[in-house]
């Protein structure tokens, strides 16, 4: 299957509300999944598909994430510049293992399968933390103050 259909495919699920994961199991093994995430990118990128399609619960779009750039251009530098951080939460990931699509694909980081944002947020019944009532929380607000706003870390381009 050729880029611009790929392309296709995808703003034509998107607009649609077809979840990713479901948009390229609907291609059938047509292109590699780090490919369907390339394309993606270059879509939010490039405006023509809305960039909340790849929001976590937390707020991260991943769409910016380095772990994400790394896994998609398999990129083994990009993952030695994040390694610090997920080991900063415990989690000393090996540098081969640090592969992510997002928290809503079924290529998630191993350590992101305990996110406390991600298990809020699905107990509750919301898509995004910033659907709830209590948004944004203590501890919430501090791992965006500390990760997420510009400037805040190393995590996102």
Same mark, same amino acid.
């Given at each position: 299957?050729?880029? +611009?259909?790929?392309?296709?495919?995808?703003?034509?699920?998107v607009?649609?509300?077809?979840p990713?994961?479901?948009?390229?199991?609907?291609?059938?093994?047509?292109?590699?999944?780090?490919?369907f995430?390339?394309? !993606?990118? #270059?879509?939010? +990128? &490039?405006?023509?598909?809305?960039s909340?399609?790849?929001?976590?619960?937390?707020?991260?779009?991943?769409?910016?994430? +380095?772990?994400?750039h790394?896994?998609?251009?398999?990129?083994?530098?990009?993952?030695k510049? !994040?390694?610090?951080?997920?080991?900063?939460?415990?989690h000393?990931?090996?540098?081969?293992?640090?592969n992510?699509?997002?928290?809503?694909?079924? #290529?998630?980081?191993?350590?992101?399968?305990?996110?406390?944002?991600?298990?809020?947020?699905?107990?509750?019944?919301?898509?995004?933390?910033?659907?709830?009532?209590?948004?944004?929380?203590? &501890?919430?607000?501090?791992?965006?103050?500390?990760?997420?706003?510009?400037?805040?870390?190393?995590?996102?381009?």
């Amino acid at each position: 299957m050729d880029t +611009k259909n790929v392309s296709q495919i995808i703003i034509d699920g998107v607009a649609d509300d077809i979840p990713l994961m479901d948009i390229y199991r609907g291609i059938g093994g047509g292109v590699k999944k780090t490919e369907f995430f390339k394309a !993606v990118i #270059s879509l939010i +990128k &490039s405006r023509s598909i809305r960039s909340d399609i790849m929001v976590c619960y937390c707020g991260i779009d991943c769409s910016r994430c +380095k772990t994400l750039h790394a896994t998609v251009d398999d990129y083994d530098e990009l993952r030695k510049t !994040v390694q610090a951080y997920y080991d900063e939460f415990g989690h000393n990931i090996d540098i081969k293992d640090l592969n992510c699509l997002g928290c809503r694909s079924d #290529s998630m980081l191993a350590g992101c399968a305990d996110c406390p944002y991600m298990k809020c947020g699905k107990g509750k019944g919301l898509s995004r933390c910033d659907e709830c009532a209590e948004y944004p929380c203590d &501890s919430l607000r501090w791992y965006i103050d500390k990760y997420i706003k510009p400037g805040a870390g190393k995590f996102f381009d």
